[in-house]
């Protein structure tokens, strides 16, 4: 998670290096703005300031190049030749879409997990799961990582490859983007242990699919409420 200074004026908050998520440059830039789209500080249509992510980060505009390249193929910014980057058109379903993907292969690794984990695994999933009722806001984050990391060790090389890609469309701050999500979660969580422990694949996959549905959702009502498509046809 990120901890930005306090900058109210500006959707570019100032990070330090170490304060983003671990990776090469160019994606660690990649994450920060992806970020700003996906929690709604920047909205569909609008341009990406260059400049404001350089001086935010500290970094110069070739990694920021990379970046763009890499969040137009991912269907978050419309690249223009002369103009720069824009914040593309997204809709109330592709928000959803990216989680509701994100369902799919994490579900395969819970049917994985459902399999594969020891006994003693469960009973550390079963104890995440029990600190993450309990636990204050600025755990969750640190919390839910761990719980769905165990679960996703279970998975085959290529599909845990996959899962840290898609990873991407959750928003680095989510437990404070989504407001409430965290009580939503705890019942997520729980059908997701009860399905593992129980060794069901089908419905460890099921619950985990819903899971990240449910997910998808509040993230996409959120930024409704936020005002994300404010004068725009979702």
């Not at 990649?30 to 700003?36: K, P």
């Not at 002369?82 to 049917?111: K, N």
């Not at 060790?153 to 845990?160: C, G, L, Y």
Request: glycine fraction near 8%.
């Amino acid at each position: 998670m990120t901890e930005a200074s306090e900058q109210p004026d500006t959707p570019y908050p100032s990070v330090h290096r170490g304060q983003t998520r671990r990776g090469g440059l160019a994606d660690d830039i990649a994450s920060y703005i992806r970020d700003l789209i996906l929690t709604g500080a920047l909205r569909p249509g609008e341009k990406l300031d260059q400049e404001a992510v350089a001086a935010a980060l500290g970094v110069s505009r070739s990694p920021i190049r990379e970046a763009l390249v890499v969040l137009g193929q991912e269907g978050l910014l419309d690249l223009t030749p002369r103009r720069g980057a824009f914040v593309a058109d997204l809709t109330y379903q592709d928000i959803v879409d990216h989680y509701e993907l994100f369902g799919l292969v994490s579900g395969r690794a819970a049917g994985f997990a459902a399999v594969t984990l020891s006994d003693e695994e469960l009973d550390e999933l079963t104890a995440m799961h029990e600190r993450f009722e309990k636990a204050s806001d600025d755990e969750l984050s640190d919390l839910n990582n761990q719980f769905h990391r165990l679960i996703n060790k279970a998975a085959p090389r290529r599909t845990r490859w996959l899962i840290r890609h898609l990873d991407r469309s959750v928003p680095a701050n989510y437990y404070e983007f989504a407001d409430g999500w965290n009580t939503q979660a705890v019942e997520g969580h729980g059908l997701i242990v009860a399905a593992i422990t129980s060794r069901d694949v089908d419905a460890s996959r099921r619950a985990m699919e819903r899971h990240l549905h449910e997910g998808g959702i509040a993230a996409a009502d959120s930024l409704r409420a936020a005002g994300f498509w404010e004068g725009r046809a979702t």
